[in-house]
């Protein structure tokens, strides 16, 4: 419990390959939150307006490049320049829905062919989510839902690789859904399984870190 005496808010992470849903359904997940009466923030990974996150936002569209070691340690310092806010945060009580995470992290990175355990290294001491929430779609049927936007990783052949290499991510706080399903119903699965972790975390579920 923070310094107010509140429970705790929850780490929510959302993860997926691109076109899976997970900006939409963030969003969805953070008026339904609000709407219960609770404090919530939508964040997301890459951070691209940190002086860190603009090098990466110059490097996904394709205006830089960086060796695939470099790019890596970039995604996690930009996790790391937003840790302690993140705690705060969540000791005073709000609730953090998170657009990708340490997951993407390592699940990209990997995907181009760096060690997975060598990958995990950086995220070590970063906040450990509550809950993962993973938006399962085939990678032909993401590539299909509207093309992709043309930034770096956004190739078909690629995102099958990312993921593989996902799937080898699977821990306890991982959950599945099926996102091919419609959205209300992709929608209503997660507030369920999002409102359970909430609960978790309010009767005093603690907050360790990554990744143990
Ligand atoms: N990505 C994202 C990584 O490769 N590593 C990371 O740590 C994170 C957070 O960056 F292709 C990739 C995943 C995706 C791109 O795209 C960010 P969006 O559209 O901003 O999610």
Redesign the pocket.
């Known amino acids: 419990n923070g310094a107010t005496g509140n429970p705790r808010g929850a780490l929510v992470v959302l993860e997926g390959l ?1 076109r899976s849903g997970k900006t939409s359904q963030a969003s969805g997940l953070l008026t339904y939150l609000e709407g219960q009466g609770l404090s919530a923030e939508l964040w ?3 951070d691209r307006n940190t002086c860190v996150g603009q090098m990466i936002s110059s490097y ?1 569209s394709n205006k830089s490049e960086l060796d695939d070691r470099t790019i890596h340690l970039l ?2 310092a930009n996790r790391w320049e937003k840790r302690t806010l993140m705690e705060s945060k969540l000791r005073s009580g709000t609730i953090l829905i998170v ?4 997951y ?2 390592v699940a ?2 990997s995907a181009k062919g760096l060690d997975i355990e060598w990958c995990k290294g950086p995220e070590k001491g970063l906040l450990a989510p509550d809950l993962v929430a993973y938006l399962d779609v085939p990678p032909e049927k993401a590539a299909e839902r509207g093309g992709y936007g043309g ?4 190739q078909l052949e690629f995102q099958k690789k990312v993921a593989q290499h996902y799937e080898m991510l699977h821990d306890l706080t991982w959950k599945t859904v099926d996102a091919c399903l419609p959205m209300e119903e992709v929608a209503k699965q997660l507030r369920e399984i999002v409102m359970d972790c909430v609960v978790n975390c309010q009767k005093g579920k603690p907050l360790i870190e990554l990744w143990q």
Request: net charge negative.
């Open positions: 691109d997301r990974f890459p996904l995604f996690s657009d990708r995470y340490s993407s992290g990209f990175s930034e770096r990783y956004e």
